[in-house]
């Protein structure tokens, strides 16, 4: 019996209909971030726990010289050492001490600075190739001058990282500012807003965003002038242990100021990481 190939049929378009199966983000969104925070998390700690960990073991096979890289075992050894001599935590108060001084008083006069000039397009074409000029001087050529004028003390280190922080921030504020769209700036004042008004409910958070950045960016810039300027101009300070035990020959000293400096700078951009969702929560 012969098969009929006119009454064959082609499949009907539900039979052929592909099932699209919602993914895990869709199913449970808040799972899915929940689990993506606790991998990045995850990740964060383990990568260096890993390289720590690969060092160890470099380190303990003879492939990587003990005499330039000692082992991380050696250096935690020697840190606790720094900790019982009071050396150590007399190092990171003076570090601390002038980075936060200078960051602050850097910071709080290129704000009031920053937005004054970028409120205005007069101030800003007059400013700003002086400012651009200023900038691009690497401040650690300022550290003579400075040591010159007020000498070892305390004060030239602090105003060398003031600059530094003055001139990273100063410049983010002036471009955030003067990016802010005028049409938000023109329905405050249709709206008979004060220019105070203005400034305070349309301007700054419009412009916070970009200009935390720019004080996140300059808290590692701050940390890497302090080091710099303690190792020539100082007896105390992190700076002064690495370049101190570079001196002495002695490498385990100074992998744990090196560690000690990074750990600084890493906890200064999480503080300022918290401090921008904090008040830019919005911007997330």
């Known amino acids: 019996m012969t098969a009929d190939l006119s009454q064959t049929r082609a499949p009907s378009a539900a ?3 592909k099932v699209i199966v919602p993914s895990a983000r869709e199913r449970d969104p808040r799972g899915y ?23 160890q073991g470099l380190a303990s096979a003879g492939v990587a010289e003990s005499q330039y890289f000692p082992p991380p075992l050696e250096i935690a050894s020697s840190w606790g050492e720094l900790v019982s001599q009071g050396v150590y935590f007399e190092s990171v108060l003076a570090s601390v001490q002038r980075i936060a001084l200078g960051y602050l008083f850097g910071t709080l006069a290129a704000l009031v600075i920053g937005f ?9 074409s007059a400013l700003e190739p002086t400012i651009a000029a200023l900038y691009t001087v690497p401040k650690l050529a300022v550290l003579p001058l400075l040591l010159l004028v007020f000498g070892l003390g ?48 349309i301007t700054l958070p419009a412009a916070l965003p970009q200009t935390l950045t720019g004080m996140r960016i300059a808290s590692g810039m701050a940390v890497i002038v302090i080091v710099g300027a303690e190792f020539v101009a100082a007896d105390t300070g992190l700076g002064f242990l690495v370049w101190n035990s570079w001196n002495l020959g002695v490498p385990e000293y100074m992998f744990v100021g090196i560690v000690s400096i990074s750990l600084i700078g890493v906890i200064a951009t999480a503080l300022l990481r918290l401090v921008e969702r904090l008040l830019t929560p919005w911007n997330r």
């Not at 990045?40 to 690969?54: C, N, Y």
């Not at 004054?116 to 101030?123: E, N, T």
């Open 15 to 17: 039979a052929t209909s």
């Open 33 to 55: 971030a929940r689990r993506r925070r606790l991998l990045e998390r995850g990740l964060a700690v383990g990568v260096p726990i890993a390289l720590i960990a690969l060092w």
């Open 154 to 201: 305390e004060t030239s280190k602090i105003l060398l990282v003031a600059l530094t922080c003055f001139f990273v921030v100063l410049i983010n504020t002036i471009d955030s500012v003067a990016g802010v769209s005028t049409k938000y700036t023109d329905v405050g004042r249709s709206c008979k807003a004060s220019r105070w008004a203005v400034l305070w409910h």
């Open 116 to 124: 004054a000039i970028g409120s205005s397009k007069l101030a800003r």
